[in-house]
Every structure is written in C-alpha cells, then in structure tokens.
C-alpha cells in the first residue's frame, strides 16, 4: 500500500534558524512527488514537483530533494512568514489521478 | 489567471441532509480532484473526475459521489450527512494525467463544512 510519513509533525525554529523537513514514502512506481505549503483555514499552496531520484528544486529560502526513498525540504534563514503546514504528497503509477498525502508538519519561526 | 475557486465556502447542515459542493477548475484544466480535510485523518483523495468520466475513486462511502460538466466545473455532493462528515473539502486541478509526467494538482480555498 502506497504510504507517506513525514517528520517531525512540529518544529518550532528561531528567526535565521535552518533546518530540514522529513518525507518519507513508500510507492509502487513514483510518478511524482510535490511539497504544499498550507495556511491555517485556507486550501494548500502548490511548491515543488520532484519526479527523480537526485532531483533538487529551489524557491527563496526553500531547496527539495529526492531520493528513492524519501525527500527533504531544507528551510535556510527561515522567517516568521514561512511559519505554516508543510504537505508532501506522492502519486503512483498505478493511481495517477490520486494524491497521497502526509500527515504535514507544521512549522512556526519565531522573531 | 484565476484559481480555482469553491463555492460556498462555509455551510452549516444538520443530521440526514444532504449537502452540493462546486468547484470550477483554472481555465483550461480538464482534470478535476476532491479531498476532505479534518484533523484526525489529514487529507484524503474522494474521486477525480477528467472529461466528465470518473476516473478514480477513493475510500469513501456511497453517500459521496461527484460528477463533472462539459466545462470542466465539478459538483460533489453528500447525502445523509453525519457527524463524521464536518472537513474542509478541497478541490484541485491540473491540466490533465500525462503519460510520460505528472501535472501539478493547484487546491481551491476550500469548502468549511460543519454537520450539528
């Protein structure tokens, strides 16, 4: 069965502060996976397509990486805008019009 | 280029209602998907609907079903609402499946609906 987990389910970050974000996955032929960014009451936010191993995608302050078997998205100098949910989701070639999503973790960058 | 918009956006129903839901797509996405929200469960894949076809379907009860217009405008609707049912329903589109790629799905804000 196809499967995302993602880690830590909250992180808590001081201004400037980098980290990264866990995605792990297990898919009977990855056809793709993207990183959401979700706001509290609103509908989530399209970031990243990764299709490959080896992949790495950048925007502003966010970079995603692929592997085979799981993605990061690594935060540098984050700010208090970037507090939000981030969503990893992942879809399969046997369910290409489905997206399988993580629990999320949910971010807050402190000033 | 407008997003993809859901109307209403809050709903309040009670018990044994039945609820529609409508979601117009980007202009010129033919693939049209449905997600409920809730805390416990995050998000979880209803249907998705391309050229008015049905073309997977979710975990989810009978009482959910969906279908899609000509212009690509989708409706889910919800019958015997229970308590359970209260989420934020989602809807997303993309232009459509490729063989060889995956599109990009772009989320709608969103429908709040709360079964008492």
């Known amino acids: 069965e196809d499967q995302v987990t993602q880690s830590p389910e909250a992180l808590r970050l001081q201004e400037g502060e980098s980290s990264s974000l866990n995605c792990s996955y297990t898919?009977?032929?990855?056809?793709?996976l993207f990183w959401y960014r979700q706001d509290p009451g609103k509908g989530p936010e399209f970031l990243f397509t990764?299709?490959?191993a080896g992949e790495e995608k950048e925007k502003e302050r966010l970079k995603a990486t692929l592997t085979k078997k799981e993605s990061f998205l690594h935060i540098t100098a984050p700010k208090p805008e970037d507090s939000a949910t981030y969503l990893c989701a992942v879809v399969s070639s046997s369910n290409t019009g489905k997206l399988i999503f993580g629990q999320g973790t949910t971010l807050q960058v402190k000033p | 280029k407008a997003g993809v918009t859901q109307t209403p956006r809050y709903l309040i129903k009670t018990r044994g209602q039945q609820v529609t839901l409508s979601c117009s797509p980007i202009s010129g996405h033919r693939s049209v998907s449905w997600y409920q929200q809730t805390p416990g469960q995050g998000l979880q894949f209803l249907f998705e609907?391309?050229?008015?076809?049905?073309?997977n379907k979710g975990n989810f009860p009978g009482r959910f079903s969906g279908r899609q217009f000509s212009n690509s405008r989708s409706e889910m609707n919800v019958s015997t609402l229970e308590l359970g049912d209260s989420a934020l329903y989602l809807c997303?589109?993309?232009?459509?499946?490729?063989?060889?790629?995956?599109?990009?799905?772009?989320f709608g804000p969103g429908t709040r609906l709360t079964v008492l």
């Open positions: 609907y391309f050229s008015e076809t049905q073309r």
């Open positions: 990764l299709y490959s």
């Open positions: 898919v009977s032929g990855l056809r793709g």
């Open positions: 997303a589109s993309s232009l459509s499946p490729g063989k060889s790629s995956y599109n990009e799905q772009f």
